[in-house]
């Protein structure tokens, strides 16, 4: 069960702007507002640029947090939970720890920047971790501008011992947001389809995780074949895909007390769910007649709509993040390409053109792009285009990629790729929207058709 987190600000934010950066600033040409619809605030110290290549990280220091009361291994490790969340959005270069001048810092006094501008830190992140006489951890930090000599933000934290990680993940956020002006995305979960056994006789099971792969814990016994998991964006619901008693079938399931209940006795099989953005509907497809039709059920009175009528395979239904248009993909035109109609089914319309199939579409949160698959030539690559179809790009291909799923900043994009060999399978990858910092997932088992939560309550 998540717990919930106490904060407070230890002191308030300097009213200044902050003076670092100088020529690193003007490097990231904020061309945010052409693909973000915004740009970051000028306290922030990382513009965005999604399209002039690979962004120069930010150096900063994150020296281990300072302890009480025997908390040193607690707080080393939540150092590096931290530290990695922050190196791995490829925005910031954590510098070297052997390179400090000072070794030991906490969040109770004033850095001396003289020893953190030698080292060409332009960032600072003091520390102290301790616990209190009931037993809860209390977390502070301070994030600093070295060249200006201020103060950015001052929080502190508690929570229960067990849930150092989640707090490490906030602290993360809470940095990455004041250092880029975006909200950040570290402390979330993604759901996925673990896979184990030979490749003509896979288990399949759903799993969920913390976004960096810690924490697995897996949600059904993989009696039944599992597909295409989602998150509701307003409970601890997903839905998905199952082959239980031989019939494909939408399940709705709870993931923190396992109740699980199949949405509507259809006639045909039914497939490919996703959420609404308010959480009270469920949009999928149904097969009759050799034919998948695109229909939104209610979830409180499960009444269905049906939103498409073609002789063909409308599926991969996802919503604009206002729920007021959906994406999908159909093959009405001769093969797979990418449509939008109104969320009551009205002007449906092409936006794909390009050489190729398209599938699996997933509108960002933020509204601006979708996400979607692409094959062509033999091979598959994960793109973005904007809502009218223009501004299509590749972030990545190869062998096999499918099943884009969006951070919820709609910064990062997750997927997964398929390895072959009769020794191969499926692993999660990640991709920025410039189409820079690829890296893979860890997972202790094969995984795909991941599903990114929404940031944690």
Known sequence: MRQPMAFDTVLPAPTAAPSILKGWRQRLAALAVAFLGAVAPAQALVQIDITQGQIEPLPIALPTFGAAGGESDLARQMTEVITNDLQRSGLFRPIDRQAYVDQSINAASVPNFANWRAIDAQALVAGTLSREGDGRLKAEFRLWDVYAGEQMIGQQFYTQPDNWRRLA??????????????????????????????????TKRLAIMDQDGANVRYLTRGDDLVLTPRFSPSSQDITYMSFGDQTPRVYLLNIETGEREVLGNFPGMTFAPRFSPDGRDVIMSLQQDGNANIYAMDLGSRRTTRLTNSPSIDTSPSYSPDGSQVVFESDRGGSQQLYIMNADGSNPHRISFGNGSYSTPVWSPRGDLIAFTKQAGGRFAIGVMKPDGSGERILTEGFHNEGPTWAPNGRVVMFFRESGGAQGGPSLWSVDITGHNEQRVKTETFASDPAWSPLLD
């Open 169 to 202: 993940h906030i602290i993360a956020d809470s940095i990455y947001e004041r250092l880029t002006g975006e909200k950040g995305y570290f402390d979330t979960r993604v759901v996925f389809v673990s896979e184990t056994g030979p490749k003509n006789d896979r």
